[in-house]
């Protein structure tokens, strides 16, 4: 899985590239310029790439305020698909990604900004 080497408002370096727009990260690859639907209304349909790997674990990042908005019907949809569900803020959310190295398939859905 790549490992996120760092994070702030607007970036991140993963595996010692820069990025600076929202990514989803899978455990061979990265996906840059990840756009949703309705912006700040997180959808299942924002996360069909994501879904396509077949993730034990979705790591779900906010934003560095948490202004992107994950309903609990879209966690009940994911966990239904059998897909565990950690939604927190960005930063947060990248510790605890790179604290889930070794703990099966795991996917970060990361919003950058606010």
Same mark, same amino acid.
């Given at each position: 899985m790549p490992l996120i !080497?760092? %994070?702030?408002f607007g970036r991140i370096v993963i595996e010692g590239r820069k %990025?600076?727009?929202?990514?989803?990260? %899978?455990p061979e690859s990265v996906q840059? $310029?990840?756009? *949703?639907?309705? =912006?700040?209304? +997180?959808? +299942? !349909?924002d996360l069909e790439d994501a879904l396509r790997h077949s993730p034990d674990v979705l790591v779900i990042g906010t934003g560095t305020f948490g202004k992107m908005k994950v309903t609990?019907?879209?966690? $009940? $949809? +994911?966990?239904? /698909? =059998?897909? /565990?569900?950690?939604?927190? *803020?960005?930063g947060q959310a990248v510790r605890k990604y790179n604290e889930m190295q070794s703990e099966g398939e795991v996917v970060a859905a990361l919003h950058l900004t606010c």
């Open positions: !080497e760092s %994070y702030s %990025y600076s727009s929202d990514v989803l990260v %899978y840059d $310029a990840w756009q *949703r639907l309705e =912006g700040h209304n +997180l959808q +299942l !349909e609990s019907e879209l966690k $009940a $949809a +994911l966990e239904q /698909k =059998g897909v /565990k569900v950690i939604v927190a *803020r960005t």
